[in-house]
């Protein structure tokens, strides 16, 4: 009723790459596969950890332990059985060893929801070199405030860290636009850390103080502006 059928078929016809099937990704594929995207390719090395559940859709007490991106796939097959959903268990970095089987000329549109900068870099300039689309989620991390989340060209953001690194990293590298989900809500600083005796499951050193409502509104908005730019609606 609000695509139309072209917009529709548009969508089911439709492959879009989900790097990050965290808090932000796990939330933008959910959103995708409601919306009837046909074709899902999800990325991420991680397992869900008992630390995941506060934000991530996929982790619940009986998924810990698995991969994020087995989950992700059972989760989006139960919604559309029709679609086609490859889990990757990959953790992306730009150097041949972790990017070089991947297809990239196939996606029609890539979301990038991973933590590292040399990833946002890579895939990036990837996105560049195979003209696709991307769109990129800066910091959804320590804050509280989903309300401040914004749709911007990178050079048009302010206030959030990763944005800052991202403009300054992007330039060195001749790209001249991107579009982001940013905030402008200041970084809250941790006043405690936590350290859960499962935490290995999660592969990472530093973990950033989340909640169940900052990330989800992060990876949902990125879902739409991906939904609109393939069905039309955002010309």
Same mark, same amino acid.
């Given at each position: 009723?609000?695509?139309?059928?072209?917009?529709?078929?548009? +969508?089911? #016809?439709?492959?879009?790459?989900?790097?990050?099937?965290?808090?932000? %990704? %796990?939330?933008?594929?959910?959103?995708?596969?409601?919306? %009837?995207?046909?074709?899902?390719?999800?990325?991420?090395?991680?397992?869900?950890?008992?630390?995941?559940?506060?934000?991530? =859709?996929?982790?619940?007490?009986?998924?810990?332990? /698995?991969?994020?991106?087995?989950?992700?796939?059972?989760?989006?097959?139960?919604? #559309?059985?029709?679609?086609?959903?490859?889990?990757?268990?990959?953790?992306?970095?730009? /150097?041949?060893?972790?990017?070089?089987?991947?297809?990239?000329?196939?996606?029609?549109?890539?979301?990038?929801?991973?933590?590292?900068?040399?990833?946002? =870099? %890579?895939?990036?300039?990837?996105?560049?070199?195979?003209?696709?689309?991307?769109?990129?989620?800066?910091?959804?991390?320590?804050?509280? #405030?989903?309300?401040?989340?914004?749709?911007?060209?990178?050079?048009?953001?302010?206030?959030?860290?990763?944005?800052?690194?991202?403009?300054?990293? +992007?330039?060195?590298?001749?790209?001249?636009?991107?579009?982001?989900?940013?905030?402008?809500?200041?970084?809250?600083?941790?006043?405690?850390?936590?350290?859960? /005796?499962?935490?290995?499951?999660?592969?990472?050193?530093?973990?950033?103080?989340? #909640?169940?409502?900052?990330?989800?509104?992060?990876?949902?908005? =990125?879902?739409?502006?991906?939904?609109?730019?393939?069905?039309?609606?955002?010309?």
């Amino acid at each position: 009723m609000i695509f139309g059928s072209d917009g529709m078929g548009k +969508l089911k #016809n439709s492959r879009v790459a989900v790097f990050g099937i965290g808090g932000v %990704g %796990g939330y933008a594929v959910e959103a995708l596969a409601r919306s %009837g995207v046909g074709f899902l390719d999800l990325f991420d090395h991680d397992k869900i950890c008992v630390t995941n559940i506060n934000r991530q =859709i996929h982790a619940t007490t009986k998924t810990v332990g /698995e991969y994020k991106v087995d989950a992700a796939k059972e989760r989006a097959l139960d919604i #559309n059985p029709d679609a086609v959903v490859n889990a990757n268990r990959i953790f992306f970095l730009p /150097e041949p060893e972790s990017s070089g089987e991947i297809l990239f000329y196939e996606f029609d549109y890539i979301i990038d929801a991973i933590d590292t900068i040399a990833g946002k =870099i %890579g895939l990036v300039l990837k996105a560049k070199e195979y003209n696709i689309p991307i769109i990129s989620s800066m910091a959804a991390g320590n804050k509280v #405030n989903p309300a401040m989340f914004e749709v911007a060209d990178i050079y048009d953001t302010s206030i959030c860290p990763i944005a800052k690194v991202m403009r300054k990293e +992007l330039k060195n590298h001749g790209v001249d636009k991107l579009k982001v989900v940013y905030s402008k809500e200041p970084v809250i600083k941790s006043t405690e850390s936590a350290e859960p /005796e499962d935490i290995e499951i999660t592969h990472k050193r530093r973990i950033p103080g989340s #909640n169940s409502f900052v990330p989800p509104v992060a990876g949902l908005i =990125i879902a739409s502006e991906v939904i609109k730019d393939l069905t039309g609606y955002n010309k």
